[in-house]
Each structure stands twice: as structure tokens, then as C-alpha cells.
């Protein structure tokens, strides 16, 4: 695999605020692009990031065959860039490129590409703890032509984005708030697949919720409206009894790396871990009891997210009086810690360059 590279006459990064960022605004000066055509990834290029060029008739804008995935990198203690567990979001891409019938993307061509378009934006990775350097890697369904059926060509992309934290409350308690009305995704559905429609059907019901006051919705099964899935954004872990559950992969709910990451944490903590399906009326009455400790989401644009409240239909519950929890802390300090380098990766998560 050869990878060409087009390299931008005068990069634009001292036109940015490095030390102000906000999430997704701002994209570095290059990405990269390979096609498939003619049954096979063609080589890949890199190229000064800007608009690019496509037919109306462009089958994923008509029928969303498309997926993407979110990782990010780190500018590490010891000055280096750390990419946090690449092969982990490589399995989860192509899982989703299964679901949507498109062709996967070999895990050695994956990092090639990461590597090589991370090494020649180096700049572009904040050097402040807290900030990171999202990437964006995307696949698109390229033929024209209106009907539905599996596209014959696609378009890789790797685009890059310096980012602070996802979350306008930081590391302060976010509040969700549960929809009797719509669901996110069914068993057999998209819902373990990263792919846009997930997060179209969510826009509605999180517009409904941010009016309200609320950050996100935390969403419900969609057949029993009864137990817990995920937020959408991330997923969804609860501190009930000094034991941490969260809702099992069962075909629904996204495969989160962060939420990998802080089960294994966990379990070599010691701490006891539930993957199991949890109701809505068990959290009420586990806060009731007096019994739910602490709850927090996982993502990787979210991190470690706690949680301070949850709505659900009249009743609320706040968590942990609405402050940050020891153990969501604990998480954080060491997942951060393990991305910038000041704790060993002793899970062997990272990729450095
Ligand atoms: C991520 O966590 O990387 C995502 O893609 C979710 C999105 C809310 C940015």
C-alpha cells in the first residue's frame, strides 16, 4: 500500500486557538481519502482537508449507507502522541461495516493510515491535559444511483479534530431524562452499529430533552420501555451496592471502548462487575434504598461522564446529591492517566508514534 500525499502550501494552525477549543469545530489541515472500486481498497491518499465533491445522486445521502467511528489521540507526559486501543475501533468498524454491507477495511491498512495522517498533523494534537485529538474515521456509500440496494463503490475518509471536552459540563454531573415516546434502536436494528441513522433517530427526542433542561435522553428498550440501554452518546454504568452494572451487549446498544476500558479497570480493581439488564424501576428503587451509589457514562467523545440526575416520567432521582462520585472520579483519573502517559498501560491499549 502506498500512500500519496498532497501536502497543504501553508497550514492554518496558527489561525486557531489551540488553548480554546470546543468539540468538532475545528479540523487540521489534512485528511485522508481511499476509495474502492472494481471489487478492492484502492491506495489511499492524503490530501489538504477541505470540501469534496459528490453527485446528488450519491446513494448513502438517499439511503445512509454509511458508518464512522470516533477514537482519539493524546499528547502524552513523555512528548509523544498516544492513540488510545486503534484495533479495538478497528473491530468495532468493521463490525458495523458488516451490518451495513460494506466492505471491511484490514486492521494493517487501518493503522497505516492512521499513522501516516496523525505523524503529519502532529501539531494539531493539544499539548493541554483534558484536550485530545478526535479522529474521525468514515466510510460512504459512493454510487449514484436512486434505488436501494448495496453500493458497488465507497470512499474511506480520516478526518482530524483538536478537541476539549464533549460535554458543556465537563466533569460536572450531566442530567438525563427518559422518552416514553420514541426509542433509539431494536434488537436486530442498527443499534450495535455505528451508523448515522442511530444518531438521526436520536435528535428529536435529545432536542425535546435539551429543552427541557436536560443534557441527553437515557434511553429504554424499545419493546417493554422498561429496561436501560444507553445514552446514545455514551454508555450508561451504575454504582449499586459498591457493584457496577450496566446493560449487556445485546445487539442494541453500542460496543463502547471506554466502557471496555473501565470493566477491565474494574475487575482489576477488585470491584464486582454486573453486565445484566437493569430496569428502570430498579434504579428508583435502588435510590430509594438509598443503595445507588453512583452512575456515570462511558464514550469516547464523553470520557467518563457522571451523571447527577435521572428523570423518568414524573418521579427524579439524583444521584450521589448531584457531585461527581469517587469511583466515576477514579475512572477518569486512571483512563486519562493511561491516555497521557502518566500511568503504565499495562493493558497494552496504546499506540504511540
Ligand atoms: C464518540 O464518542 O466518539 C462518538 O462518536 C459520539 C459522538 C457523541 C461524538
Given at each position: 500500500?502506498?500512500?500519496?500525499?498532497?501536502?497543504?502550501?501553508?497550514?492554518?494552525?496558527?489561525?486557531?486557538?489551540m488553548?480554546?477549543?470546543?468539540?468538532?469545530d475545528v479540523?487540521?489541515?489534512?485528511?485522508?481519502?481511499?476509495?474502492?472500486?472494481?471489487g478492492?481498497?484502492q491506495?489511499?491518499?492524503?490530501?489538504?482537508y477541505?470540501e469534496?465533491?459528490?453527485?446528488?445522486?450519491?446513494c448513502?445521502?438517499?439511503?445512509?449507507?454509511v458508518?464512522?467511528?470516533g477514537?482519539k489521540?493524546f499528547?502524552?507526559k513523555?512528548?509523544?502522541?498516544?492513540?488510545?486501543?486503534?484495533?479495538?475501533?478497528?473491530?468495532?468498524?468493521?463490525?458495523?461495516?458488516?451490518?451495513?454491507?460494506?466492505?471491511e477495511?484490514?486492521?494493517?491498512?487501518?493503522l497505516?493510515c492512521?499513522?501516516?495522517?496523525?505523524?503529519?498533523?502532529?501539531?494539531?494534537v493539544p499539548?493541554q491535559?483534558?484536550y485530545?485529538?478526535?479522529?474521525?474515521p468514515?466510510?460512504f456509500?459512493?454510487?449514484?444511483?436512486?434505488?436501494?440496494?448495496?453500493?458497488?463503490?465507497?470512499?474511506?475518509?480520516?478526518?482530524?479534530?483538536?478537541?476539549?471536552?464533549?460535554?458543556?459540563?465537563?466533569?460536572n454531573?450531566?442530567?438525563?431524562?427518559?422518552?416514553?415516546?420514541?426509542?433509539?434502536?431494536?434488537?436486530?436494528?442498527?443499534?450495535?452499529?455505528?451508523?448515522?441513522?442511530?444518531?438521526?433517530?436520536?435528535?428529536?427526542?435529545?432536542d425535546?430533552?435539551?429543552?427541557?433542561?436536560?443534557?441527553?435522553?437515557?434511553w429504554?428498550?424499545?419493546?417493554?420501555?422498561?429496561?436501560?440501554?444507553?445514552?446514545g452518546?455514551m454508555?450508561?454504568c451504575?454504582?449499586?451496592?459498591?457493584?457496577?452494572?450496566?446493560?449487556?451487549?445485546?445487539?442494541s446498544?453500542?460496543e463502547?471502548t471506554?466502557?471496555?476500558?473501565?470493566?477491565?479497570?474494574?475487575r482489576?480493581?477488585?470491584?464486582?462487575?454486573?453486565?445484566?439488564?437493569?430496569?428502570?424501576?430498579?434504579?428508583?428503587?435502588?435510590?430509594?434504598?438509598?443503595?445507588?451509589?453512583?452512575?456515570?457514562?462511558?464514550?469516547?467523545?464523553?470520557v467518563?461522564?457522571?451523571?447527577?440526575e435521572?428523570?423518568?416520567?414524573?418521579?427524579?432521582i439524583?444521584v450521589?446529591?448531584?457531585?461527581?462520585?469517587?469511583?466515576?472520579?477514579?475512572?477518569?483519573d486512571?483512563v486519562?492517566?493511561?491516555?497521557?502517559?502518566?500511568?503504565?498501560?499495562?493493558?497494552?491499549?496504546?499506540?504511540?508514534i
Amino acid at each position: 500500500m502506498k500512500i500519496n500525499i498532497t501536502p497543504v502550501k501553508q497550514s492554518k494552525i496558527n489561525s486557531v486557538d489551540m488553548k480554546h477549543l470546543t468539540f468538532g469545530d475545528v479540523f487540521s489541515d489534512h485528511m485522508l481519502i481511499m476509495d474502492y472500486k472494481n471489487g478492492q481498497w484502492q491506495d489511499p491518499q492524503i490530501v489538504p482537508y477541505g470540501e469534496i465533491s459528490i453527485s446528488p445522486a450519491i446513494c448513502s445521502l438517499h439511503y445512509g449507507q454509511v458508518i464512522f467511528e470516533g477514537i482519539k489521540a493524546f499528547y502524552s507526559k513523555q512528548g509523544k502522541i498516544n492513540i488510545f486501543r486503534p484495533q479495538k475501533y478497528h473491530e468495532r468498524m468493521n463490525r458495523s461495516c458488516r451490518r451495513l454491507c460494506i466492505p471491511e477495511i484490514s486492521y494493517d491498512v487501518f493503522l497505516n493510515c492512521l499513522l501516516e495522517l496523525i505523524k503529519l498533523e502532529k501539531a494539531w494534537v493539544p499539548r493541554q491535559r483534558g484536550y485530545s485529538l478526535y479522529i474521525r474515521p468514515f466510510i460512504f456509500a459512493t454510487d449514484n444511483h436512486i434505488g436501494v440496494r448495496v453500493s458497488h463503490t465507497y470512499r474511506f475518509m480520516i478526518i482530524l479534530s483538536p478537541v476539549e471536552s464533549y460535554y458543556k459540563e465537563g466533569l460536572n454531573p450531566v442530567r438525563l431524562i427518559t422518552s416514553g415516546e420514541y426509542v433509539r434502536a431494536t434488537k436486530g436494528g442498527l443499534g450495535a452499529a455505528k451508523t448515522p441513522a442511530n444518531y438521526a433517530a436520536s435528535l428529536l427526542p435529545a432536542d425535546e430533552a435539551q429543552k427541557k433542561g436536560f443534557t441527553q435522553v437515557l434511553w429504554l428498550d424499545a419493546v417493554t420501555h422498561k429496561n436501560i440501554e444507553e445514552v446514545g452518546t455514551m454508555n450508561i454504568c451504575f454504582v449499586i451496592n459498591n457493584e457496577l452494572v450496566t446493560p449487556p451487549l445485546d445487539g442494541s446498544i453500542l460496543e463502547g471502548t471506554t466502557r471496555d476500558s473501565v470493566l477491565k479497570l474494574a475487575r482489576e480493581w477488585g470491584i464486582k462487575v454486573n453486565e445484566r439488564p437493569i430496569t428502570i424501576d430498579e434504579l428508583f428503587t435502588a435510590s430509594k434504598a438509598g443503595k445507588l451509589n453512583e452512575v456515570f457514562g462511558t464514550g469516547t467523545a464523553a470520557v467518563i461522564s457522571p451523571v447527577g440526575e435521572i428523570k423518568h416520567q414524573e418521579s427524579s432521582i439524583i444521584v450521589n446529591e448531584g457531585k461527581i462520585g469517587a469511583l466515576s472520579q477514579k475512572f477518569y483519573d486512571e483512563v486519562t492517566a493511561i491516555q497521557y502517559g502518566e500511568k503504565p498501560d499495562k493493558f497494552d491499549w496504546i499506540v504511540t508514534i
